[in-house]
């Protein structure tokens, strides 16, 4: 399997001097496209640490990240903007979709960023999106009517649609009933095997079901579940 | 950019919690264009009514010993007239008359004017046509705004229709007709009409004309041509009328002339305290309308900085670069500060209009009060929202500058 992310030694420490919080450490670890990582831990173990530094949202203390072979610390945030536009897709568990947007506008909002499709291309897409997530009834919708379901599904909708190699999600589906948990699962599996990296921090023993690899963070550290055992 | 000017406006647009902000910030600015336009309105109504009406400006000085014969009146007259600040003096018989002139008469008025004398030194400024060629000619002076009645008990049933337009009348003569008390000998008197003056200006009635020294004695003793001998201890004889410069100089031309030995008194009095307290208390409501609008600014901002911070850091994760942010921002803040001013300035215009339509409706045709819509306060209002708004930008700037991956 191709390696999209490539962590080296990774080492996240929160504070400065005297007053500081060491939360990762020599995080080392490549995912790959095509999979499904499940991370666990305990809370307060990390995991959002480490969502947040594969989402270049904020840097590691030390060691090294690559993305598609670029190292990301010699990289500008402009250039780091561009990675998250069109490299990665974020899914949150509370949704967060603009409550004054329309579902459809919504699917469109990272899209106003790509130059090189035409407005009508666009359009295509975000209604194919909306479509394959069943959703193509619910377009001209708010947030505040649509269920818990159909908002985590315009979420992913709103993730894909710049066609990104990566997936981050933070507990997708700690806000859904256990059949919608189920939906959106599968398609996050879909997705995976359609090869893209599915990286989900859950404690749902369901996601870990889906997952192919799952990861805990142990020790301020990241080992495979199989590897640890 | 374009993308961005969409996605502000129309994340503002949809925004209905940003629309009862425009109403409150709209109701707000247009209170405080109320209440500066009743202040202006006000202080430039006394300043018409009181300091400009020369009928606030005038005085009656009797002497206190009575004079002998006509030369010591005279002199009387030329030693008031010396003093500083007073224009002119005339005597109290040729003060004022009422006329009841036929040309003028219509269906609806009965023709009647007030007739004051006057010289080139006391006539009030002339619009139209020219001051009196002569003092001792038979001239009139007219109001613009011309209503030959007694307006002061006509007002509810006059309306703008009835006006006479004397402008095409300027240099045309007009006879009055009138008899003698004694042996109702008719007299003529041809006036010429050679000027008209604006009284809204001065607060001045609608019928009030004026005429000459020269005129007013003739219409006197022709009048009462009965009168044996003048007695000078009457008062209509020996007093004067005493035309002051400026309203502010009353008070010390009232002191010269006691000095002189006369009694002193206004013609007309005005409390112009009970104004200023008017003024005062609008002044102070208006500083606490500004100070209640930058408490709720800096309110709406925070709120507003707390609601948006969760879009502009979704933006953020979804690719947006911080540049792009800050335009957003920036245009957002824009955006909102143009919609309110936009609002409050298109019904400040309407305000007016109707106001101003309204005011031509009688009876108001003769209330000479005038409305200004002061705009000074919104310019002022304007540059603290754009103040307010600027700070608020460079604080959400920095405040997006730092915003890393605090997960949402």
């Keep these: ?229 | 950019m374009k993308n961005s000017v969409y996605l502000s406006l129309g994340y503002l647009l949809r925004n209905k919690k940003m629309f009862v902000c425009f109403i409150i910030m709209g109701l707000i600015m247009s209170i405080i264009i109320i209440f500066s336009s009743f202040n202006s309105s006000a202080q430039n109504n006394i300043k018409e009514a009181a300091f400009e009406n020369p009928l606030f400006n005038r005085l009656i000085a009797v002497p206190n010993v009575n004079p002998t014969n006509e030369n010591e009146i005279k002199e009387m007259k030329e030693s008031i007239e010396k003093l500083d600040n007073v224009k002119s003096a005339f005597r109290n018989y040729e003060y004022y008359n009422y006329l009841n002139i036929s040309s003028f008469k219509t269906k609806d008025l009965e023709g009647g004017i007030s007739l004051y004398v006057a010289n080139n030194k006391t006539l009030p400024e002339i619009v139209s046509g020219h001051n009196f060629p002569d003092e001792n000619g038979n001239y009139l002076i007219c109001p613009q705004n011309f209503y030959p009645t007694n307006v002061d008990f006509r007002r509810k049933e006059i309306n703008s229709s009835m006006k006479i337009d004397l402008e095409n009348k300027l240099g045309k003569t007009f006879e009055y007709k009138y008899k003698s008390i004694k042996n109702n000998k008719e007299y003529k008197l041809n006036f010429e009409l050679v000027g008209l003056y604006k009284n809204s200006k001065y607060s001045i009635d609608e019928d009030v004309c004026y005429t000459t020294e020269k005129v007013m004695n003739d219409l006197y003793f022709n009048t009462n041509d009965n009168i044996e001998k003048i007695d000078l201890s009457f008062d209509e004889y020996k007093s004067f009328y005493v035309y002051v410069d400026k309203y502010e100089n009353v008070e010390r031309v009232t002191e010269n002339l006691k000095k002189m030995n006369f009694t002193v008194s206004s013609a007309a009095h005005i409390d112009t305290d009970f104004f200023k307290e008017i003024i005062t208390n609008t002044t102070l409501f208006v500083v606490l309308i500004y100070i209640v609008t930058i408490i709720f600014l800096i309110v709406i901002l925070i709120y507003q900085f707390n609601y948006d911070e969760k879009y502009y850091r979704l933006l953020f994760y979804l690719g947006y670069r911080k540049k792009q942010l800050y335009i957003m921002y920036f245009l957002n803040t824009i955006f909102k500060i143009l919609i309110s001013f936009i609002s409050v300035f298109i019904f400040s215009i309407i305000m007016k209009f109707s106001l101003l339509h309204y005011l031509k409706i009688k009876p108001f045709i003769f209330y000479k009060w005038k409305v200004i819509i002061n705009y000074t306060p919104l310019v002022l209002l304007f540059f603290i929202i754009v103040l307010i708004s600027v700070l608020s930008t460079i604080i959400c700037i920095k405040e997006i500058d730092k915003m890393e991956g605090d997960i949402l």
Excluded: W
Excluded at chain 1, 44 to 66: A, D, N, R, V
Excluded at chain 1, 185 to 204: E, M, P, R
């Design chain 1, 1 to 229: 399997m191709e390696t999209i992310i490539k962590l080296e030694n990774l080492k996240k420490i929160y504070g400065k001097d005297d007053d500081n919080i060491l939360v990762l450490n020599d995080v080392t670890y490549n995912f790959s496209k095509g999979k499904f990582y499940c991370i666990n831990g305990k809370s307060g173990s990390g995991k959002s640490t480490l969502i947040q530094i594969l989402g270049l949202l904020i840097s590691p203390t030390e060691g090294k990240i690559y993305i598609d072979d670029k190292e990301i610390k010699k990289i500008t945030e402009d250039e780091k903007a561009d990675i998250r536009s069109k490299k990665i897709g974020f899914i949150f568990q509370s949704y967060y979709l603009n409550p004054l947007m329309t579902s459809y506008e919504n699917v469109m909002l990272p899209m106003y960023l790509n130059n090189n499709m035409s407005k009508e291309q666009k359009r295509k897409k975000a209604y194919e999106l909306l479509k394959k997530m069943d959703l193509e009834s619910r377009e001209t919708h708010f947030p505040k009517e649509l269920s818990g379901g159909e908002q985590q599904r315009v979420a992913i909708a709103r993730a894909l649609v710049n066609d990104p190699d990566i997936i981050l999600a933070d507990e997708p589906t700690g806000s859904l009933d256990s059949e919608n948990e189920e939906n959106i699962l599968q398609i996050l599996k879909k997705l995976s095997k359609q090869g893209k990296c599915i990286i989900v921090v859950s404690h749902s023993k369901e996601v870990k079901k889906y997952a192919d690899i799952i990861l805990t963070i142990k020790n301020k550290s990241l080992y495979e579940e199989s590897y640890e055992k």
